[in-house]
């Protein structure tokens, strides 16, 4: 169960929404949505059916914290080999595409700041809005084979 802000977060990525999209979707205020998505604002019941109708889901769905990736995925080793492969080369891994490229973005962020630059603000927020979205989609134990792999690749490069 995820909490509300990052479960209507994890729904307004999975759907590709942008806030201005969903809060408009949703007939209510970017600000307002940046709140709710940020856990700093409580939604109101007819809120909570706008931003579900909007993600083209059930109310209950955002209310109990269901992810949109479901039962966090277990891989083997080979599958964890060749996914952070593919994030650190570049290279497509059509399976887990989705996967990949939220791994590719840690990766750009943290070679960014192994040189020093600090990360842009949209920088930041793609980093954390990928963390989260690969927390939902695998197990802990997952993630953290998959982050091991990822940066022995990286001092590979």
Known sequence: ?????ET????????????VDLAKAAGISRPNLCAI????????LPTLRA???????????LADGRSPYG???????DEMERVA?????????PKWAQLVACLRTLTVSRRALNGGRKDKPESRRATLQAHLMLKAMVSADTLQSLLSRLSAYAGQT
């Open 1 to 5: 169960m995820w909490p509300f802000a």
């Open 8 to 19: 209507v977060l994890l729904w307004r990525l999975h759907r590709g929404l942008t806030q």
């Open 37 to 44: 998505e940020n856990g700093v604002r409580e939604v109101t």
């Open 51 to 61: 931003l579900a109708c909007a993600l083209d889901i059930t109310p209950g769905v």
């Open 71 to 77: 039962e966090p995925l277990s891989m083997s080793r």
């Open 85 to 93: 492969r593919a994030a650190a080369l570049g290279l497509q891994e």
